[in-house]
Every structure is written in structure tokens, then in C-alpha cells.
């Protein structure tokens, strides 16, 4: 044991307590480190997860338009109406959102479907999807 020269007691090392003692100290205030950087980070979290369905959405409204236009050019190239087929091969939620317009003349129709793309952050938008198809007229 030191004593300090002065007085006859021990240096401040010793009544505080040892090294290991010291180390145990620190340990305990840094306990609620990692919950805190945690913290901070989700919300980098849930931006990058919601950018993943915000692309996931994009594409599938993409595919969605590309069957819509397929299923309305296959309609109107059996004289019939292009709408209502276009509106019934897309999913219901997204029926509400689609336009299909027929065109051409001759041997051949061409229809484009027009989807609304869907956000899932308010007041976003992300335009809208469009996809052609063309199909031969069945005489």
C-alpha cells in the first residue's frame, strides 16, 4: 500500500479502487450505447425499407400495365371493347387506376394502358406507368 508522503494516507488511486474497478465503472455508463446508435440508425432503416417497396410497387404497377395492354389489344383485335378487358387483368387495386386506349386501323390495333403508380409516402408521385401491346386483327 502507498501512502501519500504528506499525511500519512493513501493516494487517490487506492481509495478509489483498483484498475479492474475502474474499468467496471466505464462499462456501466456506456450500457445504453448501443440502444442509442440504434436508435439513430433506424431511421436510415426504415427510409432504405421503404424506397425497397416504393421500387417494388413501381415495377409491379409496370408489369401490371404491360398485361393490361396485352389483354385490351387481345380484346380489340376480336372487335370487342378494350376497356373493360384492360380494367379486369390487373389487380383490383390498381383497376381504379387504369386507362386503356385503342388505336390503329387496318391489319392491326394497338392499345396502351396508363397506370397510376401508387405511393406509400403521401404526396409523392411517381407518375405513371405506361405499356403498349399490338395485336393483328382476327377477321
Known sequence: M???????????TERVGTDRTRGERTRHRDRGQVAIEYLGFLPVLIIVAMAAVQLGLIAYTAQQAGTAARAGARSASLDEAAGPACAVAVSGWLAGRTDCGASGGG???????????????PGWDFGRARKTATMPVDH
Open 2 to 12: 502507498r501512502y501519500d508522503d504528506r499525511r500519512g494516507e493513501r493516494t487517490r
Open 107 to 121: 391489319d392491326e390495333v394497338t392499345v396502351t394502358a396508363t397506370i397510376d403508380i401508387p405511393s406509400i409516402v
